[in-house]
């Protein structure tokens, strides 16, 4: 069954001027909304790629997984988390499932989101003031590794503070490995548990009240940018 849906809008002056537009277009009320929901929820990874194109590099290829079983994708996105496991779709879930084990975990913007800047030329260190949350965040991408292959896949554009945004994740003992377009990839030899998490943050955050770290990374680049001052 369908109905005919009458919309009127007022078209602006640069437009061009003249009376009010009609436009009339049929519309099923009766779509099947399971349809709906359901693509709401899932995409295929051409989908994925034409709103997200920095992800092309990111999925260029996956990590070698044991035996025949297929890899397990994880995208962490600042509004949402996708997996998918091996095919080439992505489905939405709903929490993050810590029972879960990923060949690959893609920051998609989630770190991003959270503070994880440190672009001194345009005066940004957000991640000075998420220190803690950041180091947790990255500790529950690694918590999931399904193996010792298994990597964190971060972008580090070339005008951030690279080294110090991958201390972050080599205090817990991962290796980091280059990539092409700023993407870098971090594995861990070691399944890590929750009191690896404590011991870094008493050894990152709760002994390090001296500001030591911060005077450190701030002051040669204020000074750099007060000596170009006339």
């Given at each position: 069954?369908?109905?005919?849906?009458s919309?009127?809008?007022?078209?602006?002056a640069?437009?061009?001027?003249g009376?009010?537009?009609m436009?009339?277009?049929?519309a099923?009320?009766?779509?099947?909304?399971?349809q709906?929901?359901r693509?709401?929820?899932?995409?295929?990874?051409?989908e994925l790629?034409?709103?997200?194109?920095?992800?092309?590099e990111?999925?260029?290829?996956?990590?070698?997984?044991p035996?025949?079983?297929?890899?397990?994708t994880?995208?962490?996105?600042?509004?949402?988390?996708?997996?998918?496991n091996?095919?080439?779709?992505?489905?939405r879930m709903?929490?993050?499932?810590?029972k879960?084990?990923f060949?690959?975990?893609?920051d998609?913007?989630?770190l991003?989101?959270?503070?994880f800047?440190?672009?001194?030329?345009?005066?940004r260190?957000?991640?000075?003031?998420?220190?803690?949350?950041l180091?947790?965040?990255i500790?529950?991408?690694?918590?999931?590794?399904?193996?010792?292959?298994s990597?964190?896949?971060?972008?580090?554009?070339?005008s951030?503070?690279c080294?110090f945004?991958?201390?972050?994740?080599?205090?817990?003992?991962?290796?980091?490995?280059?990539?092409?377009n700023?993407?870098?990839?971090?594995?861990?030899s070691k399944?890590?548990m929750?009191?690896?998490l404590?011991?870094?943050?008493?050894r990152e955050?709760?002994q390090?009240r001296?500001?030591q770290?911060?005077?450190?990374?701030l002051f040669?680049?204020?000074?750099?940018?007060?000596?170009?001052?006339?």
């Open positions: 069954t369908t109905q005919r849906i919309l009127r809008w007022w078209c602006p640069h437009f061009g001027t009376p009010t537009s436009v009339q277009f049929q099923a009320p009766c779509v099947n909304v399971w709906w929901k693509r709401g929820r899932q995409y295929t990874k051409e790629l034409r709103r997200r194109p920095m992800l092309r990111a999925l260029a290829d996956l990590p070698c997984t035996g025949h079983r297929r890899p397990r994880l995208l962490r996105c600042a509004d949402m988390l996708l997996q998918s091996g095919s080439a779709k992505f489905q709903s929490s993050l499932d810590l879960g084990h060949d690959l975990i893609v998609a913007g989630e991003a989101a959270l503070g800047v440190m672009d001194l030329a345009n005066f260190w957000d991640a000075l003031a998420h220190v803690e949350e180091l947790r965040l500790f529950s991408s690694l918590r999931l590794f399904a193996s010792s292959k990597c964190l896949r971060l972008y580090l554009a070339p951030q503070l080294d945004l991958v201390a972050f994740v080599t205090a817990f003992g991962a290796e980091p490995l280059q990539r092409p700023g993407w870098m990839d971090f594995t861990v399944t890590l929750p009191n690896d404590e011991q870094v943050l008493e955050v709760y390090e001296s500001h770290r911060y005077a450190k990374v040669p680049a204020l000074s750099d940018d007060l000596s170009h001052e006339p």
